[in-house]
């Protein structure tokens, strides 16, 4: 009888012991919303070479997370959509090993995009503010791609004129695609990792060189992380050579040597063929071809054949 109450006890004791070991370990990632399609694929490669690891995100518009990050002390990672949050957080002492030179796995690139046949006839920055131009902004308080609005009209000395247009005040960017794809705006500026979502819906206009915006996409481990050895494996993965792959897949730029002037906008045409292949890649959607192939489109191949599924099947 005793022997049986050891066994029985042991048995107990190595079941818990099992469990506890098998247990994934979860982490907390925190994102800008503009990074969910990249991100979300990013996870499922990572999560299935490393089964033991669950990544779960929050997703948000960057201007939010300082505050949440303040009150929680909770995350693992933070990946907001402009370096300037990052920053924030590392003067509050959140983050002590960023390195602003290695820590950028890619890079936004601003672009214009109207409603399908461009209804507004709006073509360059400047077109903003042609009489009776429905212009859709970012809220600079809430998300990233709003500082980026005031910088580019600011800097073609268009920003207080342009208020009179604007009809849309978004506290995050897909915010600004659904309004492009259902109309209601004539014309914004979003990510082109943004535009490449909405390719059968959307005109896409790259913007001239000295308004186009080049914007680095920081990652970094939070002080506060419960899994700082995982959290470093995801980071990694996220700045490797299969992560940088995978954003570009989804309409990033990755090229670390694209010229850029002291507040980030683009001074040659490095990033001319993305922005060719981004065009390509709403025409080749929108025209519903029964072949395509990566001469065309290049890395975006996958997210239009994407599309031409779901468009098809949507008919």
């Known amino acids: 009888m005793q022997r049986f109450v050891i066994t029985i006890t042991f048995c107990i004791i190595y079941s818990l012991f099992s469990i506890g070991c098998n247990k994934k370990k979860e982490l907390l990632f925190h994102s800008g919303v503009g990074q969910r399609s990249s991100l979300n694929e990013i996870k499922n490669a990572f999560e299935k070479q490393h089964p033991n690891i669950k990544v779960n995100f929050s997703y948000k518009g960057s201007g939010y997370f300082i505050a949440d990050i303040t009150r929680s002390k909770q995350g693992d990672l933070y990946m907001p959509g402009e370096e300037f949050y990052l920053l924030q957080a590392v003067e509050r002492g959140f ?6 030179k290695e820590d950028i796995p890619a890079y936004f690139i601003t672009v214009i995009i109207t409603p ?11 077109d903003f ?26 800097k073609a000395g268009i920003w207080k004129d342009i208020q009179k247009n604007v009809v849309l005040s978004a506290k995050c960017i897909p915010e600004l695609g659904n309004a492009a794809q259902h109309r209601s705006i004539d014309a914004t ?25 080049v914007i680095r996409l920081p990652v970094a481990t939070l002080n506060f992380s419960r899994y700082p050895k995982e959290a470093k494996m995801l980071k990694d993965f996220i700045l490797s050579d299969e992560g940088r792959f995978i954003f570009h897949k989804h309409a990033y ?38 072949h395509i192939n990566e001469n065309e489109v290049g890395h975006l191949l996958g997210e239009v054949k994407r ?6 099947a949507g008919n």
């Open 95 to 100: 983050i002590t090993d960023y390195n602003p």
């Open 129 to 154: 503010v042609k009489p009776g131009i429905r212009v859709g902004l970012g809220n600079s308080k809430a998300c990233a791609i709003g500082i980026w609005h005031k910088k580019i009209f600011e």
């Open 189 to 213: 500026i979003v990510w082109a990792t943004t535009a490449v979502l909405y390719l059968k819906d959307v005109e896409i206009i790259p913007i001239q060189h000295k308004y186009r915006g």
């Open 253 to 290: 730029a990755i090229n670390p040597a694209i010229p850029t002037d002291n507040k980030g906008f683009c001074t040659d045409g490095t990033t001319d063929k993305d922005m060719q292949y981004l065009i390509k890649a709403a025409l080749v959607v929108k025209s519903n071809p029964t």
């Open 307 to 312: 599309q031409l599924k779901t468009k098809r």
């Open 116 to 126: 399908k046949g461009n209804p507004g006839n709006v073509h360059c920055v400047e």
